[in-house]
């Protein structure tokens, strides 16, 4: 796990991407309060729903915000691939990046399929413009992998709103 962690340290360790996650955040944050007080949410979805906003923004931050060498607006392409199985360091960031994401966001909107929806979503936003900047490979595998760890999380906080 060395390699994971030096690639997740690497990217971490900026401070762009810090700055960019507290952006996105405040933006992210007060949007899912806003709709989750008008839908008449408990205060436990309510908390779900911020933590879902701040996991989201972390995602966008890390993966849209970091220094990359030659990053200019030029559409570089995307790769294709079969997604999983996952092998690398890489991959399993890949994997976990929606996770948080998808446990709050599950709890907070007890439904798969929106959860599903949104994550999707966000890893075809994220893999789209790592193609048009160059700040990352704008990669098919990276977009199901991103999808499997919305999913995964999404069953994760969906069960734990159930038990809870």
């Given amino acids: 796990m060395g390699d ?9 360790r900026q401070p762009n991407v810090w700055v960019a996650f507290a952006l996105v955040c405040v ?37 849209l915000a970091r220094v990359t060498p030659g990053l200019s607006i030029d559409w570089r392409g995307c790769g294709g ?9 890489e991959g399993v960031l890949n994997v976990l990046l929606l996770v948080p994401w998808g446990i ?3 709890y907070a909107w007890r439904r798969f399929w929106p959860v599903f929806a949104v994550g999707a ?9 790592q193609g048009l900047l160059g700040n990352g490979t704008c990669h098919s595998d990276d977009l199901v992998r991103n999808a499997a760890g919305a999913a995964i999380g999404a069953g994760i906080g969906i069960v734990a709103a159930q038990v809870y």
């Fill in 104 to 106: 709050a966001a599950g």
């Fill in 121 to 129: 979503g966000a890893s075809l936003l994220i893999e789209l413009v």
């Fill in 27 to 63: 933006g992210l944050m007060t949007q899912s309060s806003r709709y989750a007080k008008a839908a008449g949410w408990s205060r436990d979805r309510l908390y779900a729903a911020r933590a879902a906003a701040a996991a989201l923004s972390l995602a966008l931050a890390v993966t």
């Fill in 81 to 89: 691939g079969v997604g999983l199985p996952v092998d690398d360091a």
């Fill in 4 to 12: 994971l962690g030096d690639t997740a340290w690497s990217i971490l």
